[in-house]
């Protein structure tokens, strides 16, 4: 997997009020999108495009479309749901499909619970938000889910990863050929015995949406 931790005064700003416990959910759901804004504008860095020519009122000029003019966007219930905005806003013309994933207790592994999604997805380009790469767990299912249904290309958009997260990724998909990418705003220490991720920011669906 190909991973980007964005490197910019203004993403590392926005993330470090993120992290303070004393931010407030309005504050946070605000900050939140606005740095998925600013991870989205790099994630949409591989975004295929068409050459076109269109006519100024002066003269042709060459330029580009969107390859498919309805990228897919993909939350993942329900902290997900946090980061869409942020995303449309640089891609308004974008499909959103809905992914529910829960991690089974007994098995500890990561099942569907609700998919909202096109059947086929043969060619698309799809983009994954989700606001922690923790175990790597329900990530790497929900883009094996993608791969199933047709997908070509995944990038997936995180505000924060654990280097268990990335490995763990690096694993489930070394050797399958697909290009898969991470864009996140920083690469934290570790993940703690209950799962978090250290320093993080904490339970983000809570954080976002409160304790329900
Ligand atoms: N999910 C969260 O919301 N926070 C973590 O630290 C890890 C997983």
Redesign the pocket.
Known sequence: METLVVDHPLVAHKLTVLRDADTDSPTFRRLADELVTLLAYEATRHVRVSEVTVDTPVAPAKGVRLAHPHPLVVPILR?GLGMLDGMTRLLPTAEVGFLGMIRNESTLQAETYATRLPDDLSGRQVYVVD??L?TGGTLAAAIEFLFERGADDVTAICLLAAPEGIAYMDAAFAGSGRPIRLVTAALDERLNEH???VP?L????DRLYGVV
């Open positions: 902290a606001p922690m923790a799962g978090y991720i993080g904490g339970d983000a669906g």
